[in-house]
């Protein structure tokens, strides 16, 4: 699976070429990864790459994540899936707003129901991908118009998870 990122404003190609129980290997932008990786808790994980530990921290943040990884700290944010949002500037007012998946997972937890009012950054859908689990959060303040999705569905990168109306 492809994506892109800006990592701190620099956008960086990345492919997960495998990724099997606790194993990745990956391309970043070109460079071949191979590491070990374990959530130890929600939001917290362990990466094993040369022969060195590393616990990361991953949260939410605006558009993208934080990631934190001892007293350093990137953001992150993918753009693949945000080419189908329209710019915030350009939404009117009681427009209609799909919310889409940043990448292929399953759905572990809908957290905002149809009919629901929801404000911006409020967590909306919990998605698992590479044993990793990531809320989407609302892009904006709404209602809740439709929820396509169900619990335990399997999601590609871009599919509609729910509508804010």
Known sequence: MKYRALVDGEDIELEIVTSHSSKVEALVSGSRLSFGLFEISHGVYWFELDNRSVEARILPEGDGYRVQ????????????????????GERKAGSREDVLSPMPGRVVQILAREGETVKAGQGLIVLEAMKMQNEIRSPRDGIVAAVGVTEGTAVSAAQILLTLG
Not at 82 to 88: A, G, L, T, V, Y
């Open 69 to 88: 990884i001892g007293r350093v700290s990137h953001q992150v944010e993918f753009l693949d899936f945000r080419s189908r949002r329209r710019p915030k």
